[in-house]
């Protein structure tokens, strides 16, 4: 079964806005992961957040994990237009077998 | 150079031929992975290959038959395709263990159809 949610399942907002994206999952983990997916392309690994992490930071993005929640959110700070992509969480289960399980994805588009 | 190749890069075939999709990295990644995205962008693991050992293999149907002939390769033929074969399939690759902060490097993916 799928391991995350994600949500929105889609947001639009203009350059220079502030975009957040939550991701829920179900099981324990050993970390999360986002992957950004422009369209037609690759998915590319953007941050990964261990389980004992609370937050991290890399340039505009800055992700959270509440495991209590079992929940993260990343946010994009000063999005540009080339943000416009659907961004995916992915867990990587304590379970083993270094297996990701990704969520449903959000498509953000950033406007001029 | 390209990190993780796959071709083709489109594949378009009739309901019922063999069909074998390559992917190769040269990222000196001792894991290899098949995910298929469906239409709602929905990705779901297939098969991962450790040092050229089965060590994921989801419900997947044995049409499906993956090939490591060494760590650096990892191909998928699919047999008799059906039309709900159709999606595209991602290779990807990453070090083994949950120590790696870099995550998977995906290949751009091979968009099949079946007709």
């Known amino acids: 079964s799928q391991q995350g949610e994600e949500d929105p399942q889609a947001l639009s907002i203009q350059e220079g806005e502030n975009a957040t994206m939550n991701c829920s999952y179900k099981t324990s983990i050993n970390n999360l992961q986002w992957y950004r997916q422009n369209s037609g392309r690759g998915l590319v690994h953007l941050i990964l957040?261990?389980?004992?992490?609370r937050e991290k930071h890399s340039g505009r993005l800055r992700v959270t994990l509440d495991t209590s929640k079992k929940s993260s959110s990343l946010l994009i700070t000063a999005s540009r237009a080339a943000d416009t992509a659907s961004y995916f969480c992915?867990?990587?289960?304590?379970?083993?077998?270094?297996?990701?399980?990704f969520g449903t994805g959000t498509q953000l588009k950033v406007e001029l | 150079d390209t990190a993780v190749s796959q071709t083709p890069k489109y594949l378009v075939t009739q309901m019922g031929n063999d069909k074998s999709i390559k992917c190769e990295q040269n990222?000196?990644?001792?894991?290899m992975y098949w995910y298929k995205q469906d239409s709602k962008k929905f990705l779901k693991i297939m098969f991962s290959y450790n040092n050229k050992e089965l060590i994921i293999n989801e419900t997947v149907p044995n049409r499906f038959s993956p090939k490591s002939p060494d760590k650096a390769h990892l191909n998928l033929h699919i047999n008799s395709l059906e039309l709900g074969d159709s999606a595209v399939y991602f290779c990807a690759s990453s070090h083994h263990g949950t120590a790696d902060r870099a995550g998977y490097t995906f290949g751009s993916g091979t968009r099949l159809t079946v007709v």
């Open positions: 992915a867990t990587d289960g304590s379970g083993g077998g270094n297996k990701l399980t």
């Open positions: 957040i261990r389980s004992n992490e």
């Open positions: 990222l000196g990644h001792d894991t």
